[in-house]
């Protein structure tokens, strides 16, 4: 009966999920084609010179993207470098190295981050964040690579501390016998066993945090300042291709710059499928081995 049943269910759903992964497919596609045809005006050598250049002056016919790609680039890497030992520690601290009772609030603290809208942490870092730094450092208006850093490193870190907790917890039952045998604390256990192991889920935790983090728009257009530079240090202002994007999108639709913005969102769309593709490989490794 059970398996009848079974045959049953399965002939319903599997059509519909055939159908909704090619639904799928297609959408994306879609969004492909739709993003190369309006980027091949600027395909021709001349546009694409002034395309590939680090100069944004469209008014004088100037719309290179490449300040705004190294902005993306940089913000990024930065925010990963300092929301990732951050995740490293709280994860380290819920699973044997701090006590059971706080660990579980961190935790429930770090599920209910993933759940306040990108909007919020921006808005806490132009009227807290913003005016610190100003004070601090006494270097122009505070709005900056690193306010930019600081409010995305924050926003990424559930999706780092999620990854590795889930890794962690996949691990530790595997290794619990051993550590008891051998006498370990959880923290032994946590260092000597689990961390050594958990190779794939800290590439995967930090390809995950990478990919959030590149195609955030938000908190970059709030406090980065939006200038399109390559900043000289921490304090002064970029753009990113996201923050871009809205920007230029406002205020204009039928100019060769607004036409650039086809590329950024070419490139993002192509560095969101090296991510995954990152991921599949992580996956495939981890299945090849065991």
């Known amino acids: 009966m059970h398996r009848t049943a079974d045959r049953r269910t399965g002939s319903v759903w599997l059509p519909a999920c055939r159908f909704s992964a090619a639904v799928t497919g297609a959408a994306v596609l879609a969004i492909l084609l739709f993003l190369l045809w309006f980027s091949l005006p600027l395909l021709d050598a001349d546009t694409l010179s002034k395309l590939l250049s680090w100069e944004w002056r469209p008014f004088q016919g100037g719309f290179g993207i490449l300040p705004m790609v190294a902005g993306s680039l940089l913000l990024s890497l930065s925010a990963l470098l300092l929301a990732f030992p951050v995740s490293v520690g709280i994860c380290c601290f819920a699973h044997g190295m701090g006590p059971s009772g706080p660990a579980a609030y961190l935790l429930r603290l770090v599920k209910f981050m993933t759940s306040v809208p ?173």
């Open 118 to 290: 990108t909007v919020v942490y921006g808005f806490v870092g132009v009227f807290v964040l913003v005016p610190l730094l100003r004070e601090a450092f006494r270097s122009g208006s505070g709005f900056c690579w690193l306010a930019a850093a600081v409010g995305l490193a924050v926003l990424i870190l559930p999706t780092i501390v999620l990854m590795l907790h889930s890794q962690f917890m996949l691990i530790e039952p595997q290794v619990t016998l051993t550590a008891a045998a051998l006498g370990m604390s959880p923290a032994q256990r946590l260092l000597h066993l689990v961390i050594p192991i958990s190779g794939r889920g800290f590439a995967a935790a930090l390809v995950l945090g990478f990919g959030r983090a590149l195609g955030d728009t938000m908190i970059p257009l709030m406090l980065a300042g939006n200038a399109a530079q390559v900043p000289g240090s921490l304090l002064e202002s970029l753009r990113t291709m996201t923050a871009h994007i809205a920007l230029v999108v406002a205020t204009d639709s039928q100019s060769l710059a607004y036409l650039s913005l086809f590329a950024c969102g070419l490139i993002l769309f192509l560095s969101t499928t090296l991510v995954n593709l990152g991921l599949q490989l992580l996956k495939r490794s981890g299945e090849d081995n065991g």
